[in-house]
């Protein structure tokens, strides 16, 4: 089945310092999103892509719809303790599915030395 | 405003029994989708339905797994005859209609199968 590859698995970063991670997938897909997870709860959405080549801020969040359609990334600037979770990819493949059946990543593990 | 309702929180089932999980979409959402997480894994879909109807079902196992929408009341997630496998989280999530805004999750239900 289709699969996206999300790394790094996990960060250990200072407060203060940026963040990157990206997803990657081998087919195409027509919209990216990236969630939010704190143990114990749901995920929270984040950010929403639906165009190639987009890029959407939200605060000290950004992502950007890669133009191959086949990845994704998000920066998160200047980061705080609270910034702590973990960060999952997902996105809506082009061949076939319903727009119920999101494809997810297995998440990154954001830890955030204050 | 309530967000995406799902009870129990927590759920504790021998081998054999069946398990219940209830989600009560956001007020004025018809679109109901479940999805299950294992631990430290990402969210896999395992169905996509609108009231009375089952849109998207090609994440259920062909067994022992059923779920419903109806008229009124939550949509419901019912495993039969659980087994220690079906140990996982399992979020539900809704949304307005048809185009894919990324939906908003409940806290999920936490089953362990013992």
């Known amino acids: 089945g289709q699969q996206l590859n999300q790394s790094p698995q996990s960060m250990f970063i200072q407060e203060g310092e940026d963040v990157s991670m990206n997803c990657t997938s081998s087919?195409?897909?027509?919209?990216w999103l990236w969630y939010k997870q704190e143990p114990g709860e749901g995920p929270v959405l984040l950010i929403a892509?639906?165009?190639?080549?987009e890029l959407t801020s939200n605060g000290r969040l950004t992502a950007q719809f890669g133009i191959t359609r086949k990845d994704s990334f998000l920066n998160i600037s200047a980061s705080i303790p609270s910034d702590v979770g973990i960060y999952f990819c997902?996105?809506?493949?082009?061949?076939?599915?319903?727009?119920?059946?999101?494809?997810f990543g297995k998440g990154t593990k954001l830890s955030v030395k204050p | 405003n309530a967000g995406v309702m799902q009870n129990p929180r927590h759920l504790v089932r021998r081998r054999g029994q069946e398990a219940r999980l209830r989600c009560s979409p956001m007020?004025?959402?018809?679109?109901v989708y479940w999805y299950r997480q294992l631990p430290e894994e990402g969210l896999k879909f395992m169905v996509y339905?609108?009231?009375?109807?089952?849109?998207?079902e090609s994440g259920m196992p062909k067994e022992r797994f059923s779920a419903e929408f109806p008229k009124e009341g939550p949509s419901i997630l019912r495993i039969q005859q659980v087994v220690r496998g079906d140990s996982a989280a399992y979020f539900c999530?809704?949304?307005?209609?048809?185009?894919?805004?990324?939906?908003?999750f409940g806290s999920g239900t936490r089953l362990t199968v013992v």
């Open positions: 999530a809704s949304s307005p209609g048809m185009a894919l805004y990324g939906y908003t």
């Open positions: 087919s195409i897909f027509n919209t």
């Open positions: 892509l639906y165009k190639a080549g």
């Open positions: 997902a996105g809506q493949p082009s061949d076939g599915g319903s727009q119920g059946n999101l494809i």
């Open positions: 007020k004025g959402h018809s679109h």
């Open positions: 339905l609108q009231k009375e109807n089952i849109i998207d």
